[in-house]
């Protein structure tokens, strides 16, 4: 790195400068966006000499983006300046070892079958990635078995990734500083759990957040922040994908563990408790918990989706009023029925997108069972060459032993006019109309209409 010529020149003018690593964070604070990145801050006690300082920080995140690092003394913020920064990730393992030992003498130690032991000593031209081949008085030995023993540890290999600070002091003494830095392969996402009673007339609502932390490092007794939003960031060509957890057991209401508020564009939400964060771990908080929201099911025909089936959604607001208001993540929603006894049975899932509050919320579960559409053209007029006329008849089938209402979505192009209809609908769009029929048990209902369509 470029960085490197000028570092040297640095530690010539100072010959005895050596390097202190650095006590970990006194103090930790995660803002995790779900995107699958997080934002880092920390603050430490460093303790400086007047003049050149080079520090080591050992603790920091493996997949840390080390051009959003930055570094300022809280105590002395113009007195301290950072002259020179590295990040060191070139981990001791056996290939880093091997690779830096290439071209130096090794030795190929093997137990024999006597129970003796074999040793050969040569010059190691290739390691095992690409096929271990060793110069020996004898010749040239190709992939032998046994161990590889190097004379020496290889300079410039570190035992974790490290960031290294040159930093000029004013005047030496304690100084609390923060450190705060972009890590990847930190993410969260929210999974909500939805019960609907036995009347299909209220849902209590459960949400969960499950973290996911992969960036190499635990971030001990951290204050927690999740940021709701889609921050617009330049991506790489390919990205990560990562499973789904299922969503935890169902909690009591009230247990919130996260106040919630507006933030830019965007919304943050706060864990009330500090919490540890560890590496390779998912951990799962709990969100929130709202119960008897009121519910509607619907029943939608929409011959363009499927020319069958009757799909099955539920709505609910999120408003105050019905025990919501949150803002809500983006995320899955499974629902259960509740029957009449304590069983609960799996009957759908959606995802959502993130939320406002006041906003409706339309989850689509599946497709109706006993309810049945069919739509069929009848007519299709020619006015002129611009101008068509088309009749259409939709039926519903309704197998149930209650009557039901469906709403029988049609989608109409151009300049159209509605000329004939056997029942109101309603315009909701440039495009598109809403007929609610009402169909009675084991009944069927036409719905015919007529429109007019000029290009």
């Known amino acids: 790195m470029k960085t490197f010529a000028l570092l040297a020149v640095l530690l010539l003018a100072v010959p005895c400068l050596g390097a202190s690593t650095v006590s970990g964070p006194s103090a930790v604070e995660l803002t995790i966006y779900n995107q699958n990145f997080a934002l880092v801050k920390e603050q430490r006690q460093m303790t400086l000499e007047q003049g050149l300082n080079r520090l080591l920080v050992a603790d920091v995140a493996a997949t840390i983006q080390t051009d959003t690092v930055h570094f300022k003394s809280l105590d002395d913020p113009n007195g301290v300046v950072v002259r020179e920064q590295n990040y060191q990730y070139d981990v001791v393992n056996s290939n880093t070892i091997l690779n830096k030992s290439v071209g ?80 990847n392969e930190m993410s969260w996402k929210a999974d909500y759990v939805a019960v609907v009673d036995p009347l299909d007339k209220y849902v209590d609502l459960t949400g ?115 025990n919501l208001g949150m803002p809500l993540p983006k995320g899955i929603i499974r629902v259960y029925k509740q029957e009449p006894d304590t069983n609960q049975h799996f009957v759908g899932e959606d995802s959502i997108d993130h939320t406002p509050k006041d906003e409706k919320l339309r989850l689509y579960l599946g497709d109706a069972f006993d309810i049945v559409g069919e739509r069929k053209q009848m007519t299709d007029k020619v006015i002129s060459d611009r101008e068509h006329e088309y009749s259409y008849e939709i039926s519903i089938r309704n197998h149930k032993a209650l009557p039901v209402s469906v709403t029988v979505v049609e989608h109409i192009w151009g300049d159209w006019k509605i000329t004939q209809s056997s029942q109101k609908y309603d315009k909701k769009d440039a495009s598109t109309v809403e007929f609610p029929v009402e169909v009675p048990k084991d009944g069927e209902v036409k719905v015919t209409y007529t429109d007019r369509v000029k290009w």
């Open 104 to 183: 130096k003498k090794v030795i190929v130690r093997r137990v024999l079958d006597t129970g003796g032991i074999s040793e050969i000593e040569g010059t190691l031209l290739s390691t095992p990635e690409n096929g271990t081949v060793i110069e020996t008085a004898k010749g040239i030995l190709i992939n032998p078995s046994g161990e590889i023993q190097v004379q020496e540890l290889p300079a410039g290999l570190v035992s974790r990734p490290t960031l290294m600070w040159l930093v000029q002091a004013d005047k030496g003494g304690s100084q609390r500083t923060e450190v705060s830095y972009l890590a």
């Open 208 to 322: 969960w957040v499950t973290l996911d932390n992969n960036s190499g490092t635990t971030y001990e007794n951290a204050t927690l922040n999740l940021m709701a939003g889609d921050v617009h960031r330049v991506q790489p060509q390919s990205g990560v994908s990562y499973d789904l957890m299922p969503p935890a057991p169902m909690m009591k209401a009230g247990e919130s563990q996260f106040t919630e508020k507006s933030f830019f564009e965007y919304h943050l939400y706060t864990m009330k408790d500090k919490t540890t964060v560890k590496n390779k771990e998912s951990k799962q908080v709990s969100l929130l918990s709202a119960n008897k929201i009121p519910a509607k099911k619907l029943y939608v025909y929409d011959s363009a989706k499927d020319p069958k089936k009757v799909n099955v959604l539920m709505e609910i607001v999120n408003s105050k009023e019905n």
